[in-house]
């Protein structure tokens, strides 16, 4: 049980291109999601949390405008990452949580985005 | 501020018993997860301490001393395919899980 599936697991684009990851949670309902970066041997640093059917709290120094997030249902979030740049390369990570806060979260396979 | 601390690398032989230790400072306290995390791919959760004492699940085990601010995973019986990162993260007062850098585990032959 607790499948996340998370799609692409890997784009290679231009700069200036505009790139959507899906996660959806496939077996349970995922009352939050939550969405990561990771840079070459570091850890996870969340970009956001969002919850169903409202809008996303993002964490200091992430740029709302540039990485839209829409949670529309209890089982997909995306997360749309606007005219890409090369310095916006890295292993995008999404989790979800269903239950309250003590659940653990359950991540994707992750995207990893390579931006030209 | 908050601060969870792990060491960076460790290496163990294959069949053997290793500790990866994990202390943490943060505002509040409401669990502690450890995450395995192989090379490029996402983590996988492997247990949840929120109360002080040591959980056992097959070869692996999790200890947890909220006094010290302090737990450990112990891994036992040492197989190659546990060669990855394993992730110590906090879940704050806030319900914010603040995350460790990860602990690089090497097992050799």
């Known amino acids: 049980g607790a499948v996340v599936s998370q799609h692409p697991s890997w784009v290679i684009c231009k700069s200036g291109t505009s790139v959507k990851i899906e996660c959806r949670s496939l077996?349970?309902?995922?009352?939050?999601m939550f969405w990561y970066r990771q840079f070459p041997k570091q850890s996870l640093m969340l970009m956001a949390t969002?919850?169903?059917?409202?809008?996303?709290?993002?964490e200091q120094g992430v740029e709302k405008d540039k990485f839209l997030i829409n949670h529309a249902s209890l089982t997909l979030s995306t997360l749309t990452v606007t005219s890409a740049h090369p310095e916006d390369s890295s292993f995008y990570i999404c989790?979800?949580?269903?239950?309250?806060?003590?659940?653990?979260?359950?991540f994707g396979d992750g995207t990893r985005l390579s931006i030209l | 501020g908050q601060n969870i601390d792990q060491p960076t690398e460790m290496t163990a032989t294959e069949g053997a018993i290793v500790q990866i230790n994990c202390t943490y400072q943060t505002s509040g306290f409401n669990g502690l997860f450890w995450y395995q995390q192989h090379a490029g791919e996402a983590p996988t959760f492997l247990s949840y301490n929120v109360l002080d004492g040591l959980e056992e699940k097959g070869r692996f085990s999790s200890f947890l001393s909220r006094s010290k601010g302090y737990s450990y995973l112990l891994l036992k019986e040492l197989q190659m395919k546990d060669s990855a990162s394993y992730l110590c993260a906090v879940m704050d007062s806030n319900y914010q899980l603040i995350w460790g850098a990860g602990t690089k585990l090497i097992i050799k032959p």
């Open positions: 989790s979800a949580r269903g239950g309250g806060e003590f659940e653990p979260q359950h």
């Open positions: 969002s919850n169903e059917g409202s809008k996303a709290t993002y």
């Open positions: 077996d349970f309902q995922a009352t939050t």
